[in-house]
């Protein structure tokens, strides 16, 4: 039975907790937030026997085999280091927070201390992003001669302009952190690592702290594929998150129009001479049977997670994802403020 602590009750609470609490292996015996209240309403409703407003307090008073992060980025590595020289097991939130190489301090630690480690990025756990990547080993439309990738949504933080973290970019808020990031882990999933990229963020919200809801790029893979990226996560009235896939003999489309994030994908591919796409069939459409799509996504990760933990073998996406993403983050942000393409 794996003691488990959560520290953040945003996401933590959403997502992560009821996870934890449905899994016979697991018991959460610490829980861990700044709002005090909501942390006590939140352990007496589950029963959970531990509840903190201050994480050092709770790594110092509570053992746990796993310690699962769900906190704004600017906070996670500091809590990630300790918890890791603790020899204490890691589930993180992406983007990672710090810097890569700070990130790769990470990795250090965890070697020093046989600490497993994985960081939540979900869309390679959902079936139809599976088979968008069967389809692609597949070479069902042939050589790949352009990808372009839209995300546009209206965040709850941004329609009710609430003073959040996620709103501001010094924070490590805004589009590119919280949805560029898992952008940049499956673009290089699905097809290859990044060799150069040119990137603007904007708009600027003069004369206050927020802003960074759009962010463009244009890349060109190591295979010499060119990709466009638009994300905005203040487009209202606009849900949408698809991928085109360009080849010599024909297209794949992985289309949502719904604002779950995980479930109503689409997945269509036509060859050239079809009349109509082809629909690729999505045995596991979990839309009427699982209110929030991110739960059935990231309690796949946490099975890899444990099942890595008991073999004692680090299982993907681990902190060395985190890292790349972090770097190619850098790399979007040096672009943007030097106005050029910039190398990876």
């Known amino acids: 039975m794996y003691k488990v602590g959560v520290i953040g009750l945003g ?18 015996v610490a829980i861990c937030s700044c709002n005090l209240q909501k942390v ?11 509840y903190f407003d201050d994480w050092k307090k709770m790594l110092d008073s509570v053992s746990v085999d796993i310690l699962s992060i ?10 990630a280091k300790t918890a890791m020289q603790k020899g204490i097991h890691l589930f993180l939130e992406k983007p990672l927070g710090g810097t890569a190489a700070d990130g790769n301090e990470l990795l250090h630690i965890a070697k020093e201390n046989s600490v497993n480690h994985m ?13 968008l990547h069967e389809l692609l080993r597949g070479d069902i439309i042939g050589s790949l001669s352009h990808i372009m990738i ?39 999933w699905l097809f290859g690592k990044i060799s150069t990229l040119n990137a603007y963020i904007g708009p600027e919200d003069r004369g206050t702290k927020f802003g960074g809801n759009f962010l463009q790029i244009t890349c060109i893979l190591e295979n010499k594929i060119p990709v466009s990226i638009n994300i905005s996560d203040n487009s ?33 591919y036509g060859k050239k001479g079809d009349k109509n796409l082809t629909m690729v069939s999505d ?33 993907a996406p681990s902190i060395e994802a985190g890292v790349r993403v972090e770097l190619l983050i850098e790399k979007v942000l040096e672009s943007n403020n030097k106005k050029t393409w910039v190398n990876i």
């Open 11 to 28: 996401f933590g609470q959403q997502v992560h907790l009821p996870i934890y609490l449905g899994r016979s292996d697991c018991t959460v």
């Open 40 to 50: 006590k309403k939140v352990a007496g409703k589950f029963n959970i026997p531990n």
């Open 70 to 79: 769900a906190v704004p980025p600017s906070n996670q590595f500091e809590i």
């Open 119 to 131: 960081v939540d990025f979900e869309f390679e756990e959902i079936f139809i992003w599976k088979k």
């Open 150 to 188: 839209n995300w546009h949504v209206q965040t709850y933080a941004n329609e009710n302009k609430l003073d959040s973290w996620k709103r501001i970019p010094a924070e490590r808020g805004g589009v590119l952190n919280l949805f560029a990031s898992h952008t940049l882990f499956y673009l290089e």
């Open 236 to 268: 209202c009235f606009k849900f949408e998150h698809k991928l085109e896939v360009f080849g010599e003999k024909g297209v794949i489309f992985l289309d949502n129009q719904t604002k779950d994030y995980i479930n109503g994908f689409k997945l269509m």
């Open 283 to 315: 045995e596991q459409n979990i839309s009427n049977t699982v209110v929030d799509g991110r739960i059935k996504a990231v309690a796949k990760m946490i099975d890899k997670f444990l099942l890595g933990i008991e073999n004692k073998c680090l299982v």
